[in-house]
């Protein structure tokens, strides 16, 4: 097991039960997380006998491989790392004028099938352990100096169909002796596992974005299969309830499909949908990638949409398509797997998780 694997107070539990004073941990924590130590013997601060006891219980040091690099014309850049089991997941750093958007994976494929995803053509392959979230950040960090500003669970998988292992990263990612990344700077999207949701408020501060992609069961029913398991109704209804952190506020995403969810139609019933709801909206147009079976819409489709949609007071926003030429945007993410099936849409995926 990977030091990375425990939680701050899991840590902290393993120190103490070892009869070692609680600070340890807090300095056993600042050389993983802050010097960025690949094995124990470097933690100079720790007598040989707790370096001992440590190196035997747990590793320490990268637990993934850069496999790969890309980079888009637009600067944005794709990295593929390699998991010690041989799969294989990747993550997108987006530099923009005042941040460096980190995109994170949290799981190989993705259960949900969601049809218009190229993730989710490949189906679940496994779980991200904590440690392997952890390090494509700190990794990627590291490759750019210390570049990193912000963290986007909007990579391959369903970040709350993992949600142990993402609330142990997120513990690490924003503890004061680690990394002590603001839950500000940190957001989740969810293809919206409404009792997730709930309790991912429960268990930690962070930013939410839901991938709310249509405004009517009808729509959302063809193009997500888990929208059979949790409609629109209470999706909403968990998403108001979650605790944003302050002056931030929940965000929901719209993937536009052409003559799919893009009409003037579609756009005033997701203003009726959302209007009274504290909230911003992202439009992504869709980013084609082979053979996922839709299309983009047009820039003045898009813009007639957001027109509509902001006439309802709700601040909306087109998401620039980055890295499209390198397969780095939104719902382009594969990591080469082959897809299982071309279109997904049934009930089994929503089923299996
Ligand atoms: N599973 C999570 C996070 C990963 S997907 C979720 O679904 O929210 C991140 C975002 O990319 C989601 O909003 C999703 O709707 C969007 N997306 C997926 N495929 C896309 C595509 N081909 N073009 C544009 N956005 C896409
Ligand atoms: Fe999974 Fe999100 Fe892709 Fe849907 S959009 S298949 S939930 S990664």
């Not at 797997?337 to 009930?347: C, L, N, V």
């Amino acid at each position: 097991m990977n030091i990375k694997d425990l939680s701050p107070a899991e840590l902290g539990e393993f120190v103490s039960g070892k009869g070692i004073q609680p600070y340890r941990a807090r300095q056993i924590g600042k050389w993983i997380y802050v010097r960025g130590v690949s094995s124990f013997d470097e933690m100079t601060d720790l007598s040989k006998d707790l370096r001992e006891t440590l190196k035997s219980a747990f590793a320490v040091g990268d637990s993934i491989e850069l496999a790969g690099e890309q980079v888009s014309k637009d600067g944005t850049r794709k990295y593929l790392f390699r998991l010690s089991d041989g799969n294989r997941i990747e993550s997108v750093l987006i530099p923009d004028k005042k941040r460096n958007t980190l995109c994170v994976s949290s799981q190989a494929g993705c259960a949900l099938g969601c049809t218009f995803c190229l993730t989710g053509t490949v189906g679940k392959i496994r779980n991200l352990k904590p440690s392997e979230i952890i390090d494509q950040y700190l990794m990627v960090n590291r490759f750019t100096n210390g570049s990193v500003t912000n963290i986007v669970f909007m990579g391959m998988g369903e970040p709350l169909d993992n949600i142990d292992n993402l609330v142990r990263a997120l513990e690490n990612l924003t503890d004061r002796n680690g990394p002590a990344l603001s839950p500000r700077r940190i957001t989740v999207s969810t293809s919206g596992l409404a009792p997730r949701i709930k309790e991912l408020g429960d268990r930690i501060s962070v930013n939410l974005a839901v991938s709310l992609n249509a405004p009517t069961d009808e729509i959302r029913n063809k193009i997500m299969p888990i929208n059979k398991r949790y409609p629109i109704k209470e999706l909403l209804k968990a998403s108001v309830n979650f605790p944003v952190p302050p002056r931030k506020a929940l965000m929901f995403e719209y993937v536009m499909l052409s003559g799919v969810n893009d009409s003037d139609k579609d756009a005033y019933d997701l203003g009726n949908l959302l209007s009274g709801i504290n909230c911003k909206l992202n439009l992504i147009p869709f980013n084609e990638a082979q053979p996922l079976p839709y299309k983009s819409p047009s820039m003045e489709r898009v813009l007639r949409f957001q027109e509509i949609v902001i006439s309802f007071g709700i601040n909306v926003r087109i998401r620039k398509n980055r890295g499209r030429d390198i397969l780095g945007a939104c719902g382009q993410l594969a990591a080469t797997y082959p897809a299982r099936k071309t279109t997904g849409g049934s009930a089994a995926a929503g089923a299996a998780i």
